[in-house]
């Protein structure tokens, strides 16, 4: 079975810093490009970090988390993480990983797929950022 499982969301106050985890089951992440999503209430969904097949070094971020995300990929524990520091009250959201077997790295930050359009989809972490 092909599966995605977030993990690492919470409360933290404005300056903490989380390190989210995204676990595959059932396939190979080092074959997919790997996003991460955030969706907050009333808020279209966006994608925040993405990482190609080429490694760590083939990244994409939105101008908002630009320097305070990073994502990278654990092969050994077929996992991407996304390490959020300095957070934010506007980081408030749900935080979702996803993959993709055709997706270019570029194409999968700003794709607005349906999660059932794409090849695995998480069920979301939530962040919540407040003092």
């Known amino acids: 079975q092909v599966q995605l499982v977030e993990s690492g969301g919470g409360l933290v106050q404005p300056g903490g810093s989380l390190r989210l985890s995204c676990v595959a089951s059932g396939f190979n992440l080092d074959y997919f490009t790997v996003g991460w999503f955030r969706q907050a209430p009333g808020k279209e969904r966006e994608g925040v970090a993405c990482?190609?097949?080429?490694?760590?070094?083939?990244?994409v971020y939105a101008d908002s988390v630009k320097g305070r995300f990073t994502i990278s990929r654990d092969t050994d524990k077929n996992t991407v993480y996304l390490q959020i520091n300095n957070l934010k009250p506007e980081d408030t959201a749900v935080y979702y990983c996803?993959?993709?077997?055709?997706?270019?790295?570029?194409?999968?930050?700003?794709?607005?797929?349906?999660?059932?359009?794409?090849?695995?989809w998480g069920q979301g972490t939530l962040v919540t950022v407040s003092s």
């Open positions: 990482v190609g097949k080429g490694g760590d070094s083939d990244t």
């Open positions: 996803a993959a993709d077997y055709s997706l270019i790295v570029q194409a999968m930050c700003v794709t607005t797929s349906e999660p059932g359009a794409l090849d695995a």
